[in-house]
């Protein structure tokens, strides 16, 4: 599905389309879920759902048959803990196997861990899990392709918690002094901690705001409406200018399966198979409920 060349500029899937694989990549992840006997970051993984899928299916200048071709646009998982989501993501859009994913996830010696590894899994451009950590990766990577003349783009998605961290804005910072026009951001604002709600443990709000302060070209949206997410993607300035972009996606923790959204139970778990069909039926109601 998606996209097959990297150069290619038609045929990219439309809104309901994107929607649609949206639905699939979270059918699948709770899939996965309810066969993986360990901890799955459940609840972010499916606030940043939508988010995958417009990058990978949409915004992302890509090819999973030329993994190494230099003209393709980076991506930097900083919140490395929704790893899973990125895994079928990327198996969606072709690069990946959903079966050997299913298979051999958590296991020892397997290429799919907890947190991504570039070494294991060709196509993944950085390996994260350390918070705070892939902004400031994404950076070089923006101004190492500055300095060599390219003109691809490099896309980072955080976690709003891990905004917490100094290095995230000491790399905001670099990035506007460096004038890094080719650095995308993209901000999933589920307004969750681990164990709290961002909000009573540290003051993100005004959010946005901060991001202007360092002098970010700030766009915000709700990050589940697929056609916001594409219009932010479709107006994004040239990647020869000179100010970084950072999208604030305003999202919910656990989206699309009532029981999970805004639970801080949900951060991590497994699923019973009892509690997979409980998950498959409220995924589908929200489906339901939502195409209505």
């Keep these: 599905m998606g996209r097959t060349s990297l150069t290619a500029t038609e045929g990219r899937p439309g809104v309901v389309e994107l929607e649609e694989l949206a639905f699939e990549l979270r059918e699948k992840l709770l899939q996965l879920c309810g066969t993986y006997e360990g901890a799955v970051h459940i609840g972010g993984d499916l606030s940043a759902a939508d ?17 190494a071709n230099p003209k393709r646009d980076r991506f930097v998982l900083s919140k490395g803990h929704a790893a899973v989501c990125m895994y079928i993501a990327m198996a969606i859009r072709g690069f990946l196997s959903y079966d050997e994913i299913v298979r051999t996830y958590g296991q020892l010696d397997s290429a799919y861990g907890m947190h991504p590894c570039k070494v294991q899994l060709p196509g993944v451009e950085a390996s994260t899990g350390s918070l705070g950590h892939g902004l400031p990766i994404a950076v070089g990577m923006a101004l190492s392709a ?7 783009r490099v896309f980072c998605l955080l976690g709003d918690g891990e905004t917490g961290e100094g290095s995230v804005w000491e790399a905001v910072m670099a990035a506007r002094s460096n004038r890094l026009g080719n650095l995308v951001a993209f901000v999933d604002r589920n307004r969750q901690l681990m164990t709290s709600f961002a909000e ?12 202007r302060a360092f002098g970010w070209n700030v766009v915000e949206v709700d ?21 970084p972009t950072v999208i604030v996606a ?18 991590a778990g497994s699923l019973s198979p ?12 929200s489906r339901e409920k939502e195409t209505v």
């Design 146 to 152: 500055r300095g060599r003349g390219d003109e691809h």
């Design 274 to 285: 009892a509690d997979l069909e409980r998950a498959l039926e409220a995924l589908n109601a």
């Design 200 to 211: 009573e443990r540290v003051v993100f709000e005004p959010y946005p705001d901060k991001w």
């Design 223 to 243: 990050g589940h409406d697929m056609s916001q997410l594409v219009a932010a993607l479709d107006a994004l300035p040239a990647s020869d200018t000179d100010t």
């Design 51 to 67: 988010i995958f899928t417009a990058l990978f299916e949409y915004g992302m200048n890509v090819d999973p048959a030329d993994i």
């Design 250 to 267: 305003e999202t919910v923790k656990g989206k699309g399966v009532d029981f999970m959204e805004r639970n801080l139970a949900w951060h």
